[in-house]
């Protein structure tokens, strides 16, 4: 069964600074991986997806991530945080061949402070 | 605009009454999914449906149902034998069900459901 984790439930940083949000994944086959992004009392807003192309990925908002099978990480970085970027942080995975079932982490809430 | 659309917002529920959350998507996407959030575990799927009239169970089930007679609708009932029931629940829809890179997974803004 492929499952994820996500290091850290909160992670602070100052405005500036750089973001590393770290998401490593254990899954049987080749997986595709996604990072979502959780505003207070809002849904999930896909921030960028990771399908077996390019293994550096860049999304919304100035984030990325980098695919690196050898560690089994997806892990999210932006290189200056911005107060409008606190947040809760989703990582997830799917299978390959069942692309339309994912496994979420439990999250890390970021904290952006001045 | 398109989207989906989830209500109500917030929900009371009293002890052994079944109550009943709407999901409506205008996107024309063949797959639907219920989502259930609870403060530090993540999302977990409770149901999903690949295409008009037909559903699966996901991981947590017990005490839910679904209906998918309308492709835009994938209402979820919570019956009084979920014995937890408050949390954030999430309905979400993709174009279609299977492994293309493309078929994102979109989510609605959620509803909170309080039992009381």
């Known amino acids: 069964a492929q499952s994820v984790t996500q290091l850290g439930s909160h992670v602070s940083v100052s405005e500036g600074a750089l973001v590393l949000l770290r998401c490593n994944y254990s899954?049987?086959?080749?997986?595709?991986l996604f990072w979502y992004v959780q505003y207070p009392n809002q849904g999930l807003q896909l921030l960028l997806k990771y399908t077996s192309a390019a293994t550096l990925v860049k999304g919304i908002n100035g984030f990325e991530a980098e695919f690196k099978k050898s560690e089994t990480s997806f892990h999210l970085t932006k290189p200056s945080a911005h107060m409008s970027d606190a947040a809760e942080y989703f990582c997830?995975?799917?299978?390959?061949?069942?692309?339309?079932?994912?496994?979420f982490g439990t999250g890390t809430r970021l904290q952006v402070t001045l | 605009d398109g989207g989906i659309t989830q209500s109500p917002k917030y929900l009371f529920r009293k002890e052994g009454q079944n109550v009943t959350l709407s999901c409506e998507q205008n996107l024309n996407h063949d797959a639907m999914y219920w989502y259930r959030q609870d403060p530090g575990q993540g999302l977990r799927l409770i149901y999903y449906?690949?295409?008009?009239?037909?559903?699966q169970k996901g991981d947590i089930a017990e005490g839910y149902s679904v209906s998918r007679e309308k492709k835009e609708s994938f209402p979820l009932t919570v019956t009084s034998a979920q014995k937890n029931p408050t949390a954030f629940y999430l309905c979400?829809?993709?174009?279609?069900?299977?492994?293309?890179?493309?078929?994102?997974?979109?989510f609605g803004e959620g509803s909170w459901l309080t039992v009381v």
């Open positions: 899954s049987s086959v080749p997986p595709y």
């Open positions: 449906s690949q295409i008009v009239n037909d559903f």
């Open positions: 997830a995975v799917s299978d390959a061949g069942t692309a339309s079932k994912l496994t």
């Open positions: 979400a829809s993709s174009p279609r069900w299977g492994e293309l890179p493309g078929n994102t997974i979109y």
